[in-house]
């Protein structure tokens, strides 16, 4: 499995961005959970957002509940992390990942097995 995201940049403070992770490298992706992580300079990496890809049940962090929505295209074996009212501590690298085999939530990055690259978002005040 390939993972691409893409999207990032610099915006100000109030401004949306959307980020997109196209996957690959199966027919089909049904049995996964597809997530957004993000990590900040000198922080731990953080869940943002996951999605089933089968029936598109959705949790997010409570950081971006309201502001951020997850959603996914199976036609296009992608998956997008809408970002509205953007703020400065939402400055990270976002990185999209995915997996199979899961514990009570999605919450733990170990639990995904494949990742993209990271997308750089920049918000400034």
């Known amino acids: 499995v390939q993972l691409q995201a893409s999207g990032g940049g610099l915006v100000q403070a109030g401004d949306s961005l959307r980020l997109s992770c196209a996957a690959s490298g199966r027919s089909a992706f049904s049995n996964y959970v597809m997530g957004w992580f993000r990590q900040a300079p000198g922080k731990e990496r953080e869940f943002v957002a996951a999605?089933?890809?089968?029936?598109?049940?959705?949790s997010h962090a409570d950081s971006v509940k309201g502001r951020f929505t997850i959603s996914r295209d199976r036609a296009k074996n992608t998956v997008y992390l809408q970002m509205n009212s953007l703020k400065p501590e939402d400055t990270a690298v976002y990185f999209c990942a995915t997996g199979t085999r899961f514990g009570s939530n999605w919450y733990n990055e170990n639990d995904y097995k494949h990742w993209g690259q990271g997308t750089q978002v920049t918000v400034s005040s």
């Open positions: 999605i089933t890809y089968n029936l598109g049940t959705t």
